[in-house]
């Protein structure tokens, strides 16, 4: 599936919306600093967050547009996850049942770093509420990668072809020490994932919660029959 943004005014427009949920995230605590970055399908190319910028701060003239090859055309210097994010989008793509990512939200969200430090799991959190199984569902958790590492964008993209074989597609994965990365078909979508996978970890630490704690099997499968959860 290709997503197409055409014409002038439409480029604005992701422009903007890219700034305003960089903004949303920001004031609401989400990232902090220089943390974190967004990027988002435009036309045949992408458009994403400079490498540094603070995304309370972002400037729609600034973001950094490349061609599909990765080519930067325009914009400040693109962040150094850019390699990772065009993994995501083309392994999302080619993966079987997957959502096809159009956009694509990186943070340093506390609550799932904090969580990440330990972890001993193959994924960051058990099945705790409804609606982490129904808008998040599992988050492989990804060994350490230095920030920028290429190695990441291959290992990810493996995860995402190797959840789409067992027929649970994936729209999140968690670095290890780093932060999440979320995606979906709209940036409004993406963030409001986010924020229910950074609600979930929290809860984990208010509620000092186990795997036992989540939700049972039977429940589950509830989720998928009526809401078509994917778990």
């Known amino acids: 599936m290709t997503f197409q943004i055409l ?3 439409s480029e604005t427009k992701a422009r903007e919306e890219i700034c305003r949920v960089g903004l949303s995230l920001f004031q609401r605590g989400y990232v902090h600093a220089t943390a974190g970055n967004i990027s988002m399908r435009v ?13 309370g701060f972002l400037d729609p003239t600034d973001l ?3 061609n599909r090859n990765g080519t930067q055309i325009s914009g400040k210097r693109a ?8 993994s995501i989008y083309e392994a999302s793509d080619n993966a079987a049942g997957s959502l096809a990512a159009q956009c694509i939200i990186h943070t340093h969200s506390s609550h799932c770093v904090s969580l990440s430090l330990n972890a001993q799991d193959a994924e960051l959190l058990p099945p705790l509420t409804p609606y982490f199984v129904m808008k998040v569902g599992r988050v492989p958790l990804m060994p350490y990668f230095r920030p920028g590492d290429a190695a990441a964008a291959a290992t990810v993209a493996q995860t995402i072809q190797t959840y789409a074989q067992r027929g649970t597609p994936i729209r999140a994965v968690m ?9 979906h078909q709209d940036l409004a979508s993406a963030m409001a994932t986010l924020e229910e996978l950074e609600e979930t970890a929290k809860l984990m630490h208010l509620a000092k919660a186990t795997p ?5 099997e ?3 499968e509830e989720l998928r ?3 078509g959860a994917s778990w």
């Open 7 to 9: 014409g002038n005014t």
């Open 43 to 55: 036309g045949d190319g992408f458009l994403i967050t400079p490498t540094d910028a603070a995304l």
């Open 64 to 66: 950094a547009l490349l």
């Open 79 to 86: 962040s150094k996850t850019i390699a990772l994010h065009r």
């Open 175 to 183: 670095l290890a020490k780093l932060g999440p990365n979320v995606w």
């Open 212 to 216: 036992e704690s989540g939700l049972t």
């Open 218 to 220: 039977p429940q589950i």
């Open 225 to 227: 029959q009526q809401f």
